[in-house]
């Protein structure tokens, strides 16, 4: 099982952007449908970004569409989340996530699905 570890999370202001990076060791990291998840004090965890597998399919949620890009170097085992226009909203721990799975699988967006979990980078951001 691919180990997961996050970088990148910061204290930003508003409209400000950062770049999560999420870094793989052990497993076989292009064999896993990689997502990025977060939860804020008192809230549940919530889907953010998916990436497949040859990163040909990319899913966001609402709150973050045209804001947020979610990319993967799978030579660097590693996936990105660039977060432009941060808002107050935003501020949460992230994490990251993978799913292995097959190449033609669907993609999802369900916490539960995802089979490794990195600890988190807190992003906080001030209005």
């Known amino acids: 099982q691919v180990q997961l570890a996050e970088s990148g999370g910061g204290l930003v202001q508003a409209g400000d952007s950062l770049r999560l990076a999420c870094q793989a060791s052990?497993?076989?990291?292009?064999?896993?449908?990689m997502a990025w998840f977060r939860q804020a004090p008192g809230k549940e965890r919530e889907f953010v970004a998916m990436?497949?597998?040859?990163?040909?399919?990319?899913l966001y949620a609402d709150s973050v569409k045209g804001r947020f890009i979610i990319s993967r170097d799978n030579d660097k085992k590693t996936v990105y989340l660039q977060m432009d226009s941060l808002k107050p909203d935003d501020t949460a721990v992230y994490y990251c996530a993978g799913k292995h799975t097959i190449l033609t699988a669907t993609p999802t967006t369900s916490a539960s699905d995802y089979d490794s979990w990195g600890r988190g980078t807190q992003v906080t951001v001030s209005s």
């Open positions: 990436i497949s597998r040859p990163g040909t399919t990319l």
């Open positions: 052990r497993g076989t990291f292009s064999r896993y449908a």
